[in-house]
């Protein structure tokens, strides 16, 4: 063969390769975790967290390092992402827009809002959206009325009798835990995923591409566990965040959590503090079990070899953190999320980039070939797959009623309805101690985030 046309064949070759290497996956499996910080995750650098499964997955694919959630509490973060909208009402679901593309579309737990455990006891649907899906199945639990050795940390109350448990609506059951004995078969999870492989050998029969949506409830509240979970944990190795003296004095007042130690009493209680901990961390370990429950099954089924994994959660959680608990706030632990994708052929590595839990369903969308819908407002994520190194977004927002934060690469700036402001230098200061929004120093960094908060907040609306 001449030499010029051996070279024209090659080029051809070098053009058409990353078509080939890079082919649309047929299948989409997302799987939402309930209340789960990023750094509870040992991909994510916690030394203590047993959670192989999800970490192996992190090495299978693109762990994002700066993912940022919407909203700060389960229903409008979960609207939002399942939309694509920072704030998600009416618009098209994901669900919805497979279902009109020829996907099978399914739900096993939680993916919208559903109360926990208020709507996990009686098996409801909560807030879902019967629309988005082809097929649904709700994982009842017992939940806090699981027998076993009860207790309510902040009340220090510990006891095996199933009379006088805060439960559903009563105002301590954040700070329940209940470790028994069993192998987890009865938990909402464990029968998420038993469902989930159930629908994944019905899929692998069928030619219909899915969509399947699996919500774990854990390890939001209560912090129900067999005690082999608890056991990796002993209390006494907690080390609980550390807290400066005098914290909130630069905190502006909306700023301040009423969900906070000295509210609840637990402030009263340092080693319960730490069992918080070790109850978070037992269902954190038990999640993951069920997650590489469902990792397994994909493969031992070769599905996947077509189906992209997306792994994330609704929003962080604080343990203590500022003397804080829970969620609703513009702290870091809350707005910051974990955020894994294992799309087949992608590369696999660690993105910094910037990006939000809106950019999932346009990722999904182009994964798959099918068009984004115009209200989706994300960006999609797919460029990151081809090179983790590639910026999506230089900013991130989060909101509660109360205000919006702004997160850049190297500062997190919160803006409330009431004027007031916070300003951290998260290079120097990532666990955001020292609120620099008075400084006269950096006074210039305080006017560029303003400036860029009302040019975000402006576009989106």
Known sequence: MPMKLMMKNFCIILFLTP????????????????????????????????????????????IYENAYCQGT????????????????????????????????????????????????????????????????????????????????????????????????????????????????????DWKTATKSIELLHKFKKQKQPFFLATGFIRPHYPN????????????????????????????PATAISRSNSANYGIDQFPDNQKKMWAGYLATVTFMDEQVGRILDTLEELKLDKTTTVIFTSDHGYLLGEHHFWQKGNLREEVTRVPLIIRAPTYKHGRSSSLVELVDIFPTACELTGLPIPKSVQGKSLVPTLYDPKRTIKNTALSFVPKGTSLRTKNWSYMQYKDGTEELYNMKTDSKQFNNLSKSK?????????????????????
């Open 19 to 62: 078509i080939c290497l890079f082919a649309k996956t047929s299948n989409i499996l997302l799987v939402v975790s309930d209340d789960l910080k990023a750094d509870a995750l040992g991909c994510y650098g916690n030394t203590l967290a047993k959670t192989p499964n999800i970490d192996r997955l992190a090495k299978m694919g693109v």
């Open 73 to 188: 509490v389960c229903a409008p973060s979960r609207a939002s992402f399942m939309r694509g909208r920072y704030f998600g009402k009416n618009e098209i679901t994901w669900g919805e827009h497979f279902l009109n593309h020829n996907f099978s579309s399914t739900r096993v737990g939680k993916i919208f809002h559903m109360r926990v455990p208020g709507d996990i006891i009686p098996g409801t649907d909560g807030q879902d959206i019967p629309e988005c899906w082809s097929e649904k199945y709700n994982s009842p639990g017992l939940e806090a009325h699981t027998p076993g050795n009860y207790a309510c940390l902040n009340l220090n109350k510990f006891t095996t009798e199933l009379e006088g448990r805060e439960s559903t609506r009563m105002p301590n059951r954040m700070f329940v835990t209940v470790d028994y004995e069993g192998d987890g078969s009865d938990q909402p």
């Open 224 to 251: 129900v566990a067999p005690f082999q979970y608890f056991e990796h944990y002993p209390f006494r190795k907690m080390v609980l965040p550390f807290v400066p003296v005098n914290d909130w004095n630069d905190m």
């Open 441 to 461: 120093k950096d006074l210039a960094q305080l006017l560029r985030h303003r400036k860029l908060m009302e040019e975000r907040k402006g576009a989106i609306r």
